[in-house]
């Protein structure tokens, strides 16, 4: 595509993929008596914001790594925004993700039937969350990638208490604390680096913190990466995950299970390939991803509730993200970045499935469960295609994801390497236990061999209700999950539907392995060589006009000359102050 003969350049569609979902929160808050209108607002930004991050995709895969700058400020001192293949590709998955869900909440409509949240509250915050979201990936400085991460927290903390049980502020309550705390950590790491280098622009801090001596290099590493960690939930600060998540709504969690912990990891591949470049820590990270990888399956192992089981293994698999990182090869950063859209997608799947779970069986835990294969066909496919991708069977995308990683650890060839790639392998064959586990459970065994099934389960085993999707007459079940209402779906076409359309997504990477693989390699191709990034921000400051930080005496940023100084003069112009040559 001839990308220079479009009238526009698409790159100044960036500031939307955050701007329309700000503007659609405050549409809905203004329609928040109007609960169509909400859902109207809602699907029809996020089907925008898709629409933009596809274009962006492609864009990017064509022509590189672009910035804008908001209001023609030059960086360091305007917000520069960049775009490069794998920044593009998290705006897809995460809209696609966060268009999902969002449908399948509106099919639930949990908000007025089982009293999770008030609608009014439900449809604004979650268009911040998006947007809060869609900036991280995009933001080009330190502190506007910190913007980002509280923005969706801030709107995580009133999705994940919706409701107001005692077991979700509870829950919600150590969410909170966790997030302010490793929020505060990361501020300080800013201000620390600011201090050091006098920027917050992360193509400058790229430049002039090889200027540092190697212990402060070493003492600023470790505490962006404590910080990310904790939002990446990587052992041992993945503790708060599994309590957290599975107490909230099952759109919210599905959500939050398949983006909230990604942005973590995206943050931890910049600070790898932007901001630390020449300090190795490439052996801690190794045992961090070996630790994820086998502390959180085991605990997935011995779990009896469906969501419990999966925000472990959740955690787990975070650590073959890091053991990709951790490579810091050409090869580890595509099967990472490849694994990170593949377990987005797959994730959120699997818990929105937990959903129709129990809507249909009345509960998520495997020992009330049985018979679903039986009474839900469907649902049982829903459950079998992810669950299958996330144990890394082929061919599907997990085990395409999980070569790539043990192909990059056997060129490493170092001894960690190699443990990696056994953890990475044993995590594999565990994870399979553990969705086969609720397969038998669940799906596989008859309802009457469950423990304490719900009534409805049980009922729906008669003939005459096999096929049955509305209840009308539920009273009789004074002990079921649906005893106090007299007609409802327990699986909403809209629900099933979105689920399905998730499930087919996932799908998609197994079929397109080979140009998303292309994808991805030529996006780390250009984290590992280290410019791509970095000459985007130049430009973009380079295009700045002389009083918003632009070039005054001739003079451009470049590789060679990142802080813009003129060496006839040897005086900076004002847009080098952010930058050094190192």
């Known amino acids: 595509m001839n990308w220079d003969a479009l009238p526009f350049d698409v790159v100044s569609l960036t500031p939307l993929v955050v701007v329309l979902p700000i503007l659609g929160a405050g549409l809905t808050f203004v329609f928040q008596r109007s609960p169509r209108a909400q859902r109207f607002v809602s699907i029809t930004t996020l089907s925008l914001a898709l629409l933009i991050g596809f274009v962006l995709l492609l864009r990017s895969y064509s022509l590189g790594a672009a910035a804008v700058t908001m209001g023609g400020w030059a960086p ?41 949240g008030p609608i009014s509250v439900f449809y604004p915050t979650y268009m911040f969350l998006v947007a809060g979201v869609s900036n991280a990936f995009i933001a080009g400085d330190l502190f506007n990638l910190y913007v980002g991460f509280e923005i969706f927290l801030t709107a995580s903390y009133v999705l994940i208490t919706l409701g107001g049980s005692a077991e979700r502020v509870r829950a919600g309550t150590t969410y909170v604390v966790v997030s302010v705390v490793s929020s505060m950590l990361f501020l300080i790491s800013i ?26 290099q070493t003492l600023l590493h470790l505490m962006v990466l404590i910080a990310f960690g904790v939002k990446a939930a990587v052992f041992p600060l993945s503790f708060w995950l599994p309590d957290s998540y599975p107490t909230a709504p099952a759109p919210v969690t599905a959500v939050f299970a398949g983006l909230l912990t990604k942005v973590g990891v995206y943050a931890i591949v910049r600070t790898e390939t932007l901001l630390f470049r020449d300090n190795d820590l490439s052996a801690l990270l190794m045992w961090v991803a070996v630790l994820t990888m086998i502390v959180g399956i085991l605990g997935a192992l011995v779990q009896t509730e469906i969501k419990r089981m999966l925000s472990f293994t959740l955690t787990s698999h975070i650590g073959y993200m890091v053991f990709g990182i951790a490579l810091g090869t050409q090869t580890g950063y595509a099967a990472a970045i490849y694994y990170v859209a593949h377990h987005i997608l797959v994730q959120t799947s699997l818990f929105m499935v937990v959903g129709l779970i129990e809507r249909r069986g009345g509960t998520s835990n495997i020992e009330r469960l049985g018979s679903l294969a039986k009474l839900a066909p469907f649902l049982a496919v829903l459950y079998f295609i992810p669950a299958m991708n996330l144990a890394g069977i082929p061919p599907f995308s997990g085990f395409i994801g999980k070569v790539g990683l043990v192909i990059g650890g056997v060129e490493d060839g170092t001894a960690m390497a190699w443990v990696n790639i056994a953890a990475s392998l044993l995590t594999s064959l565990l994870t399979l236990v553990a969705v086969a586990r609720v397969w038998n459970r669940a799906f596989w065994r008859r309802a009457e061999d469950a423990e304490d099934a719900d009534p409805m389960l049980l009922e729906a085993m008669n003939k005459k209700f096999r096929r049955v999707r509305t209840y009308e007459a539920v009273a009789q079940f004074p002990d079921s999950r ?7 779906k327990v699986l909403p076409g809209i629900m099933v539907g979105s689920t399905a359309a998730l499930v087919c997504a996932s799908l998609s990477l197994t079929i397109f392995a080979g140009p998303l693989f292309q994808l991805t390699d030529k996006a780390s191709a250009a984290m590992v060589e280290g410019k791509e990034y970095r000459v985007a921000v130049y430009e973009a400051s380079n295009r700045a006009e002389p009083e918003r930080g632009g070039p005054t005496d001739g003079e451009r940023r470049t590789l060679e000359n990142p802080s813009g100084v003129s060496k006839s003069s040897g005086v900076s112009n004002p847009s080098g102050e952010g930058g050094a040559g190192k």
Do not use: C
């Open 191 to 216: 201000g620390v680096i600011y201090a050091a280098t006098g920027t917050v622009s992360m193509a400058d801090v790229s430049d002039k913190i090889a200027q540092l001596g190697p212990t402060t």
């Open 482 to 488: 649906y005893s106090d209402r007299g007609d409802v």
């Open 76 to 116: 360091p001192f305007g917000i520069t925004l960049v775009v490069d293949e794998f920044a593009a590709l998290m705006l897809v998955v995460s809209n696609v993700v966060s268009l999902a869900v969002l449908i399948y909440a509106t099919g639930q409509g949990y908000t007025d039937q089982n009293g999770d």
